[in-house]
């Protein structure tokens, strides 16, 4: 199985702070790496897909990149709304597995 | 709206077994393939089992094969899984979620139902 390491497991920055998730794979997953959001009380929110293929209707301060086993969701200028938890996935083979997830707190 | 509603979670003894349920509205279920997750408290997401559209195609996780059993009924919109020989390590919240016509990513997701195996 392929091993996601996600990190940092904690992160607190303000509103208006730019902040990066790291997400390394045991084994080369090319270029299929996805990212959720998922907050309390909702479901979860596809972010990027193909390491850097923002999905529909989702704000372009969110950013993908990475290839082979390193990738990174950047957010910049972050709004209230972008604090909670965010996993990556990778979607090159099966089984799929995750990151153990960032959470992302106010300062 | 797409939705996915999941259902038929609860408390059932170590051995025993219980069957969780995925209701889809929102768009045509038949043209979609179906995923099952789940999620300890304090843990990560693990993928489980998906489905194909016309059921010709199913695939599990070592983990829960042979054990767990993925259906669905489009016409009534249902994916279901029957969780059998349960353990107290399946203890989690489980998850349907539909997955992208680009393999195996997901674009909705239904708010998940607790299954908790205990004595």
């Known amino acids: 199985d392929v091993q996601m390491t996600q990190s940092p497991y904690n992160l607190a920055a303000s509103p208006g702070e730019s902040v990066s998730i790291n997400c390394k794979a045991s084994?080369?997953?090319?270029?299929?790496l996805a990212w959720y959001q998922q907050k309390p009380g909702k479901t979860h929110k596809l972010l990027i897909y193909?390491?850097?293929t923002l999905q529909s209707g989702i704000p372009s301060r969110f950013s993908g990149s990475g290839s082979g086993t390193d990738f990174t969701l950047t957010i910049r200028s972050l709004e209230p709304e972008d604090f909670g938890l965010y996993y990556c996935?990778?979607?090159?083979?099966?089984?799929?597995?995750f990151g153990s997830g960032t959470k992302l707190e106010i300062k | 709206e797409v939705q996915l509603v999941e259902s038929g979670g609860g408390l059932v003894q170590p051995g025993g077994s219980l069957k969780v349920s995925c209701v889809a509205s929102g768009f045509t279920l038949s043209s979609y393939v179906i995923h099952w997750f789940r999620q300890a408290p304090e843990n990560g997401i693990e993928w489980l089992a998906y489905?194909?559209?016309?059921?010709?195609?199913?695939h599990y996780a070592e983990t829960v094969k042979g054990r767990f059993t993925i259906s669905r009924h489009n016409a009534k919109n249902t994916v279901d899984m029957q969780l059998s020989s349960l353990r107290s390590e399946d203890t989690a919240m489980y998850f349907c979620?539909?997955?992208?016509?680009?393999?195996?990513?997901?674009?909705?997701w239904g708010q998940g139902v607790m299954v908790t195996v205990s004595s």
């Open positions: 193909d390491g850097s």
């Open positions: 979620a539909r997955e992208m016509p680009i393999a195996a990513i997901f674009d909705s």
């Open positions: 996935q990778q979607h090159n083979e099966y089984p799929l597995t």
């Open positions: 084994k080369n997953i090319i270029k299929y």
């Open positions: 489905i194909h559209t016309d059921s010709r195609y199913t």
